[in-house]
């Protein structure tokens, strides 16, 4: 299995640019969700999902959108791209209930600078 | 707003010492409290995870101390080695079943000396 699957790696965007951030995953989770981390600050919730069709917002969802067609996919949309975005973006995902729905699984992260 | 509180920021320990981690949190209805683990250039993956509960959760060299009067979690390695080496953040969250919307701590960067 490829678990939480992120694309692009890396990504320098300009002030005011758009840009979709994709990611999947293949173990069958309910729920994913999109992070942003920034230097010592941990982690940050921008949006949620509990299944296709049904999605949240999490603590910082203000420039971003979001989209769950699929059990599978959960890209993340950045609407016009400012330097306050720059920042780590981890998407992920977990089961929906249960003790395993605990474990929430990341992706390896997509790094994107605005400039 | 929910906050996790976690220090130190950074923390440098010989090999074959002790790494603790300590974290505090403001809200009572939090009911599981992991610990992520990180290595450059990747993803948190779950290291260890307790519920309020319990006082001590031991796997391995790892052990997470809870104190739910004070608030307060802790995480222990034992025979502090190189490969340890990563960013720790604990978490919490609340809602059996839920969404986890995991509060984050804001990290621990930690380096064994070989």
């Known amino acids: 299995n490829a678990g939480v699957t992120q694309t692009p790696k890396f990504r320098i965007l300009k002030i005011g640019q758009s840009m979709t951030l994709q990611c999947a995953q293949d173990m069958n989770h309910n729920y994913m969700y999109w992070y942003r981390q920034d230097p010592g600050m941990g982690l940050k919730l921008i949006y949620y999902s509990v299944g296709a069709g049904i999605t949240d917002k999490g603590e910082v969802p203000n420039g971003y959108n979001v989209s769950r067609s699929t059990t599978e996919d959960f890209p993340l949309r950045l609407l016009s791209a400012a330097p306050s975005q720059t920042s780590v973006y981890f998407c992920?995902?977990?089961?929906?209930?249960?003790?395993?729905?605990?474990?929430?699984?990341f992706g390896e992260g997509s790094w994107l600078t605005v400039v | 707003q929910q906050q996790v509180k976690q220090s130190p920021q950074s923390l440098i320990v010989q090999k074959g010492g002790i790494s603790i981690i300590n974290c505090a949190y403001e809200n009572t209805a939090f009911d599981y409290f992991p610990w992520y683990q990180q290595f450059p250039g990747k993803g948190p993956a779950l290291l260890i995870a307790i519920r309020p509960d319990v006082s001590e959760k031991k796997e391995g060299r790892f052990t997470i101390s809870f104190n739910k009067s004070a608030k307060q979690f802790s995480l222990h390695i034992m025979d502090s080695q190189p490969g340890d080496s990563a960013t720790y953040f604990c978490?919490?969250?609340?809602?059996?079943?839920?969404?986890?919307?995991?509060?984050f701590g804001s990290g621990t960067q930690l380096t064994v000396l070989p």
């Open positions: 978490a919490a969250s609340e809602g059996q079943g839920s969404a986890r919307q995991l509060t």
């Open positions: 992920a995902s977990s089961y929906s209930r249960g003790s395993s729905g605990n474990t929430i699984y």
